[in-house]
């Protein structure tokens, strides 16, 4: 407690959890560098609160470390470590003002003049009017401040946020993820941010870690993730993706040919997370925003050097700045295409025969021996 | 469509009317069996023992109501020290309860896990035997010389109640340890109930919250738990305090001359004496001295501030 201003990474080594005989957390390795927005996103039961909970001392790890800094916090028990937590239902004392609630941490820790602190951090929340008010007087949204300024006041050296925007609505949540990174920013805090939402992730944080039964499926910057899954989870959990089962034909100058029924594909040998081998299967991936639709009638104007697939249009729908459309195709039943709506060609309806293509450039490559709908079904579900 | 819906009702106002009417009165007709239960059984009776209070009389001749107050001051004259021992052993089986009872109740509700459900059951399963016979199993426990006893005299508990006052010598039963502690026994789940459920509905995250802002186990448990907890703490010493103060059987089974409560002056006036108003008018005094402690207690406890 004495350096809670000093610096340090947080950094876990071979940390790992049990419950029983179930795994929750496989031994891990991760460092988050001091400053830095870190997120932990996941489906539920991915181990990313676990993981959390861990640095924070709510949860004692089976094996493994946990560093902050250079000092190892293993064993000190949570009102020992500099570390505070925004939790998932912001967990504010219901019998103390929101006042009191966020000068606790400070009368905890023997500070006694605590008037002006916790009125600049009521200030920097916009809840100077509040104080006195009881936390079931509050909005969500407010109440879900007040437990940002209960945790940012004692200025500890890592803020956990165990999704703290999971109880409001869209609206809300987008208003405070800004309100978040903008609070991140000001007061240069590292923050570990646990998340189900894939867009919350990526609007906020500087580091995403995709966690995946237990363990880091890939860890790098949102565009980064975006553009480069490196995992079929990685790739369908993270927005969506077009996976295309294929066959390698040749390989050579870091181009990469590959064939799946009529079609034949190319993508750069540096987007493949494994290495191809002529004659191999690989998942060719492209994203549905990167795919120009034509109607089969102008096929011709596409220009040479362009991936190019054929199908007929099962189903489109319209959401104002895009139109969704779900194609059939001989490699893949249903690939899935946005479309901007600038000029919108009204042939384009389910039963039109199209052509897809896009530029090679955009097209990835993942392992075939992995289950291509990984991450799926839990996109849909937190989607809803 | 919606002319129609609007239209419907305008069309009929009376018939509205009646339905919403009959609508409100329902709250009405479901209080109804709740208040004539409380009229015949405590109002009714409650007035009767008042126009008691104030007859004069006798068995042979009648009581006729006099509106002779002076009972009341009599009463009070006479059996005062009643009164205070009423208070003194309900209020000490009040604390006792309290100091037992909180810490199992907070075992079982966030230690207990699996055996939650058990030892609730056991808090509950004195009460499957009789309130007599449970109370006269205390009378062979505190028996003279017997294992109980002997042990408390040899640790030198007793030189310490000797010195309270509440026992005399190496003996416990007949003496005021043995009326409180046989309270504080057959209270006990009424203390442990309201206070279980008090801390069961509690967010655990609360604790770990405080602990997250440096709050030591000792130090959330004072400031968080038990604040928290109060709505339990009153209700459960309401629970206790309230019937034991009224209690005789505990001190007629266990107790001597020298602890009688006003709940035997109560019944021996009432049943053996058959003075009627004098025993009406003690308790109405009774229930005047138990309001006020309990207001007293409220205004302190300030339980309209919690939650």
Same mark, same amino acid.
């Given at each position: 407690?004495?350096?809670?201003?000093?610096?340090?990474?947080?950094?876990?080594?071979?940390?790992?959890?049990?419950?029983?005989?179930?795994?929750?957390?496989?031994?891990?390795?991760?460092?988050?560098?001091?400053?830095?927005?870190?997120?932990?996103?996941?489906?539920?039961?991915?181990?990313?609160?676990?993981?959390?909970?861990?640095?924070?001392?709510?949860?004692?790890?089976?094996?493994?470390?946990?560093?902050?800094?250079?000092?190892?916090? $293993?064993?000190?028990?949570?009102?020992?470590?500099?570390?505070?937590?925004?939790? %998932?239902?912001?967990?504010?004392?219901?019998?103390?003002?929101?006042? &009191?609630?966020?000068?606790?941490?400070?009368?905890?820790?023997?500070?006694?003049?605590?008037?002006?602190?916790?009125?600049?951090?009521?200030?920097?929340?916009?809840?100077?009017?509040?104080?006195?008010?009881?936390?079931? %007087?509050?909005?969500?949204?407010?109440?879900? *401040?007040?437990?940002?300024?209960?945790?940012?006041?004692?200025?500890? %050296?890592?803020?956990?946020?165990?999704? @703290?925007?999971?109880?409001?609505?869209?609206?809300?949540?987008?208003?405070?993820?800004?309100?978040?990174?903008?609070?991140?920013?000001?007061?240069?805090?590292?923050?570990?941010?646990?998340?189900?939402? %894939?867009?919350?992730?990526?609007?906020?944080?500087?580091?995403?870690?995709?966690?995946?039964?237990?363990?880091? &499926?890939?860890?790098?910057?949102?565009?980064?993730?975006?553009?480069? @899954?490196?995992?079929?989870?990685?790739?369908?959990?993270?927005?969506?993706?077009?996976?295309?089962?294929? &066959?390698?034909?040749?390989?050579?100058?870091?181009?990469?040919?590959?064939?799946?029924?009529?079609?034949?594909?190319?993508?750069?040998?540096? *987007?493949?997370?494994?290495?191809?081998?002529?004659?191999?299967?690989?998942?060719?991936?492209? *994203?549905? &925003?990167?795919?120009?639709?034509?109607?089969?009638?102008?096929?011709?104007?596409?220009?040479?050097?362009?991936?190019?697939?054929?199908?007929?249009? $099962?189903?489109?729908?319209?959401?104002?700045?895009?139109?969704?459309?779900?194609?059939?195709?001989?490699?893949? @039943?249903?690939?899935?295409?946005?479309?901007?709506?600038?000029?919108?060609?009204?042939?384009?309806?389910?039963?039109?025969?199209?052509?897809?293509?896009?530029?090679?450039?955009?097209?990835?490559?993942?392992?075939?021996?992995?289950?291509?709908?990984?991450?799926?079904?839990?996109?849909?579900?937190?989607?809803? | 469509?919606?002319?129609?819906?609007?239209?419907?009702?305008?069309?009929?106002?009376?018939?509205?009317?009646?339905?919403?009417?009959?609508?409100?009165?329902?709250?009405?007709?479901?209080?109804?069996?709740? +208040?004539?239960?409380?009229?015949?059984?405590?109002?009714?009776?409650?007035?009767?023992?008042?126009?008691?209070?104030?007859?004069?009389?006798?068995?042979?001749?009648?009581?006729?109501?006099?509106?002779?107050?002076?009972?009341?001051?009599?009463?009070?004259?006479?059996?005062?020290?009643?009164?205070?021992?009423?208070?003194?052993?309900?209020?000490?089986?009040?604390?006792?309860?309290?100091?037992?009872?909180?810490?199992?109740?907070?075992?079982?509700?966030?230690?207990?896990?699996?055996?939650?459900?058990?030892?609730?059951?056991?808090? +509950?399963?004195?009460?499957?035997?009789?309130?007599?016979?449970?109370?006269?199993?205390?009378?062979? !426990?505190?028996?003279?010389?017997?294992?109980?006893?002997?042990?408390?005299?040899?640790?030198?508990?007793?030189?310490?109640?000797?010195?309270?006052?509440?026992?005399?010598?190496?003996?416990?039963?007949?003496? =005021?340890?043995?009326?409180?502690?046989?309270?504080?026994?057959?209270?006990?789940?009424?203390? +442990?109930?309201?206070?279980?459920?008090?801390?069961?509905?509690?967010?655990?995250?609360?604790?770990?919250?405080?602990?997250?802002?440096?709050?030591?186990?000792?130090?959330?448990?004072?400031?968080?738990?038990?604040?928290?907890?109060?709505?339990?703490?009153?209700?459960?010493?309401?629970?206790?305090?309230? =019937?034991?103060?009224?209690?005789?059987?505990?001190?007629?089974?266990?107790?001597?001359?020298?602890?009688?409560?006003?709940?035997?002056? +109560?019944?021996?006036?009432?049943?053996?004496?058959?003075?009627?108003?004098?025993?009406?008018?003690?308790?109405? !005094?009774?229930?005047?001295?138990?309001?006020?402690?309990?207001?007293?207690?409220?205004?302190?406890?300030?339980?309209?501030?919690?939650?």
């Amino acid at each position: 407690m004495t350096d809670t201003q000093a610096g340090g990474d947080v950094r876990l080594s071979g940390i790992s959890k049990n419950y029983g005989s179930f795994q929750a957390v496989h031994p891990l390795d991760l460092t988050v560098p001091q400053g830095s927005f870190f997120a932990l996103l996941g489906a539920s039961g991915c181990g990313k609160t676990t993981t959390l909970r861990m640095i924070a001392g709510l949860e004692d790890p089976t094996t493994g470390t946990v560093f902050l800094g250079d000092r190892d916090v $293993t064993g000190l028990p949570p009102y020992k470590r500099p570390v505070n937590t925004v939790f %998932q239902s912001y967990a504010l004392f219901p019998h103390l003002t929101i006042y &009191e609630n966020v000068a606790f941490g400070l009368r905890r820790r023997g500070i006694k003049s605590v008037k002006k602190q916790v009125g600049e951090m009521l200030d920097l929340v916009e809840l100077g009017d509040f104080a006195q008010r009881k936390p079931h %007087q509050l909005s969500g949204g407010q109440q879900q *401040r007040v437990a940002v300024a209960r945790a940012l006041i004692n200025h500890p %050296q890592v803020l956990l946020l165990d999704e @703290p925007l999971g109880a409001l609505d869209l609206k809300l949540r987008r208003q405070m993820q800004l309100e978040l990174k903008r609070i991140q920013t000001e007061v240069g805090i590292t923050f570990v941010h646990v998340t189900h939402d %894939q867009e919350e992730a990526m609007t906020m944080a500087d580091t995403v870690a995709v966690m995946n039964g237990g363990r880091v &499926e890939q860890l790098g910057a949102p565009a980064e993730l975006y553009e480069n @899954p490196h995992t079929t989870f990685v790739a369908n959990f993270l927005g969506t993706s077009n996976l295309i089962e294929a &066959e390698v034909v040749s390989t050579s100058a870091g181009k990469v040919v590959v064939s799946a029924a009529d079609a034949t594909l190319r993508l750069p040998a540096d *987007r493949c997370a494994t290495a191809p081998t002529t004659g191999g299967k690989i998942l060719v991936g492209v *994203r549905p &925003e990167k795919i120009s639709l034509l109607h089969a009638d102008e096929a011709a104007q596409i220009t040479d050097g362009r991936n190019r697939l054929t199908g007929t249009i $099962t189903a489109s729908s319209f959401i104002g700045v895009s139109t969704q459309f779900v194609i059939d195709s001989p490699v893949c @039943p249903d690939l899935e295409v946005y479309v901007q709506n600038i000029e919108r060609d009204v042939r384009l309806v389910p039963g039109a025969r199209v052509v897809l293509h896009w530029n090679p450039e955009h097209t990835f490559g993942l392992d075939a021996a992995q289950d291509i709908d990984a991450g799926v079904e839990t996109v849909g579900e937190s989607a809803s | 469509m919606t002319a129609t819906a609007t239209a419907a009702p305008a069309a009929e106002p009376g018939v509205v009317h009646k339905r919403s009417l009959r609508r409100k009165l329902v709250p009405y007709w479901l209080l109804l069996p709740g +208040i004539l239960w409380l009229v015949v059984f405590f109002a009714l009776p409650l007035v009767y023992q008042a126009s008691t209070s104030v007859q004069t009389g006798s068995l042979e001749e009648g009581f006729k109501v006099t509106w002779h107050f002076q009972t009341y001051w009599d009463a009070l004259t006479e059996y005062w020290p009643h009164f205070v021992r009423s208070v003194l052993y309900a209020g000490t089986a009040t604390v006792l309860c309290l100091l037992l009872g909180y810490p199992l109740a907070y075992l079982i509700a966030f230690k207990a896990g699996r055996w939650r459900n058990l030892l609730l059951v056991l808090v +509950i399963a004195p009460f499957f035997t009789s309130f007599l016979i449970r109370t006269l199993a205390w009378k062979t !426990i505190l028996s003279d010389s017997g294992p109980v006893v002997d042990v408390l005299d040899t640790v030198g508990f007793l030189d310490i109640t000797n010195l309270l006052g509440m026992t005399d010598g190496s003996r416990v039963l007949a003496t =005021p340890l043995a009326v409180v502690t046989g309270l504080t026994y057959n209270f006990l789940p009424f203390m +442990i109930l309201p206070l279980y459920t008090s801390l069961e509905r509690m967010d655990s995250r609360l604790h770990e919250a405080a602990g997250d802002l440096y709050a030591k186990p000792s130090t959330t448990f004072r400031k968080v738990t038990l604040p928290l907890s109060m709505p339990g703490v009153v209700s459960g010493t309401l629970l206790t305090f309230i =019937p034991a103060s009224g209690d005789y059987i505990n001190a007629e089974l266990l107790g001597s001359t020298d602890t009688k409560m006003v709940g035997n002056v +109560i019944q021996s006036q009432f049943l053996r004496v058959l003075d009627y108003p004098t025993a009406a008018a003690l308790s109405f !005094i009774l229930m005047a001295v138990v309001l006020i402690v309990v207001t007293i207690y409220i205004r302190r406890a300030g339980t309209e501030d919690l939650v």
